[in-house]
């Protein structure tokens, strides 16, 4: 398929090779598809494998029972996955509701995840990263700004934090978390704790524990780097039967 303008595709065991179309509106089953450049995508896709070479605008896709892969950056997806393999160059914003499903990649401004279930989540370097997961690994190189996440039965697992990060969040159940933060970072940690191990940045300052024996709760304050300039970055971790290395 050459250029054109636009296409509007209902694709049944097809293999359809495609150069650069601005608008693709696509309906693919027992597919396999290939585009070049393009702007919009609105894709439905069943036991289908897709590549695109750029998106400069945005994509929306339910995507079931396939391999999906960008090869270069670009800006938005909103993606609906189930026991989907989803690997990407740099993307601005991601919107992610996922099934049994991966997503490998590069770096991505804004992530957002209506739902991970039992997914698998590895990327290079997020800005922003907020949601809900259940049964899902969490793995990042980098973490540079924002963190708001909710787990069940997973794992988080963050290489660095940026030093300039501005506030970390977790609500935690029987869920590993280790975070490597940058030395230079300035902020100030709550962690409220029930039978979780905790091991601590080595530069801990001002420690204030309280322990409740009833309930083996203990919950944990200070700061780390306070004396040097600056306003203090946020962590904040609630764990229920977990382990946290925080380092």
Do not use: C
């Amino acid at each position: 398929l050459g250029n054109a303008p636009k296409a509007d595709l209902n694709l049944f065991k097809a293999k359809l090779k495609a150069m650069n179309i601005p608008i693709i509106e696509a309906k693919a089953n027992y597919s396999n598809l290939e585009f070049n450049n393009t702007n919009t995508v609105n894709l439905t896709a069943f036991k289908t494998d897709a590549v695109f070479n750029s998106i400069s605008s945005k994509m929306s896709s339910n995507f079931r029972y396939g391999d999906l892969e960008i090869k270069e950056n670009s800006n938005d997806l909103e993606l609906v996955a189930f026991k989907a393999k989803i690997n990407s160059k740099d993307l601005k914003q991601v919107e992610l509701n996922a099934s049994y499903s991966s997503l490998e990649g590069g770096n991505v401004s804004i992530l957002n995840l209506t739902k991970a279930f039992q997914s698998q989540l590895s990327l290079a370097e997020v800005g922003e990263l907020r949601g809900n997961s259940k049964y899902s690994p969490i793995k990042l190189d980098k973490l540079t700004k924002n963190l708001e996440l909710s787990t069940f039965k997973g794992s988080v697992d963050i290489a660095e934090v940026n030093a300039d990060f501005t506030n970390i969040r977790l609500v935690t159940k029987y869920t590993d978390i280790g975070m490597n933060f940058n030395p230079n970072s300035k902020y100030s940690l709550e962690a409220k704790t029930i039978y979780t191990s905790l091991n601590m940045p080595k530069n801990f300052q001002n420690l204030n524990i309280e322990t409740n024996h009833g309930n083996h709760q203990n919950n944990f304050k200070g700061d780390v780097n306070s004396n040097m300039e600056g306003s203090n970055s946020q962590v904040y971790i609630d764990s229920f039967q977990g382990k946290l290395n925080l380092q």
